[in-house]
């Protein structure tokens, strides 16, 4: 019964004790600020005007950068910054498309090739190939290759093993120069905005007959527009297409390490 006192004690404390506190303080505070508006109205008015500025001011700027980009995107022309973010949009899909597929096909080689080992002093070669069956990722399918050869000699298996090896390695390697095609391109495409926007600059300081800033501003400024978006399209694709590329030499090393390692286990299991 004690327990159970102290128990509720404890509920009602929290229940009760602490909002009271924060209904006192509250009260507290209410009085200070009333006291402070009645000695110095002036300063009220001042933080009131400032708060409402501020408030005023913070949907602006929420909205500022997007709207920034908006606008530097329409004035760079949608003929040529619309192929720009589509080499974008493209070039973002196959990435990630990559990516997925290359984290989906990371296999932990140490504990396959003990998995195989243990299989094959259990069951023999067909367990182990059982093994490799059930795992997924491209190390376990050159595996089972390797294993489906063992009738045929050790040679065999290491000929097999290695031929294989390449063709897992152009299945991760799959769709990599498509993204250097969108590299390449989005900053060409934007040169060759460029370009275009000189040429208009300059037939439009033709059929006016003067050089003056207004005259040529605006086609320089589209060509510096899509010339600045096409380079950061580029770098964003970079950015992913080398973390692609680390990936993909990750596994390959993972490969051929782990193909050595079942040739030995493959040896000595053939002494046997």
Request: negative net charge; hydrophobic residues 50%; contains cysteine.
């Amino acid at each position: 019964m004690k327990k159970v006192f102290a128990i509720l004690s404890i509920v009602a404390i929290f229940n009760f004790g602490i909002p009271v506190t924060v209904v006192a303080q509250d009260a507290a505070a209410k009085t200070e600020q009333v006291a402070a508006q009645s000695s110095t109205p002036a300063v009220a008015a001042d933080s009131t005007q400032k708060t409402e500025e501020t408030q005023a001011a913070a949907p602006a700027e929420e909205g500022g950068m997007h709207k920034a980009l908006k606008q530097k995107f329409i004035e760079g022309g949608a003929g040529w910054m619309a192929p720009i973010a589509l080499c974008l949009i493209i070039g973002l899909a196959l990435c990630i498309e990559r990516i997925i597929f290359l984290s989906l096909s990371a296999t932990n080689t140490k504990k396959l090739l003990t998995n195989i080992d243990d299989a094959w002093n259990k069951g023999g070669v067909t367990a182990a190939m059982e093994v490799c069956r059930d795992t997924r990722g491209p190390v376990a399918s050159i595996f089972f290759q390797g294993l489906s050869r063992y009738d045929e000699g050790i040679d065999v298996v290491e000929k097999t093993v290695s031929s294989y090896g390449g063709v897992q390695l152009g299945l991760l390697e799959k769709n990599l120069s498509w993204i250097t095609l969108f590299i390449a391109l989005a900053p060409s495409l934007g040169f060759l905005g460029t370009v275009v926007g000189m040429i208009q600059a300059f037939d439009k300081i033709q059929q006016v007959g003067d050089i003056s800033a207004t005259v040529v501003a605006g086609g320089i400024k589209v060509a510096l527009l899509t010339t600045v978006f096409g380079l950061i399209v580029a770098m964003i694709l970079q950015v992913f297409y080398n973390y692609i590329l680390t990936m993909v030499e990750g596994m390959t090393n993972d490969m051929e390490d782990s193909s050595i390692s079942l040739l030995d286990i493959i040896v000595k299991h053939a002494k046997k």
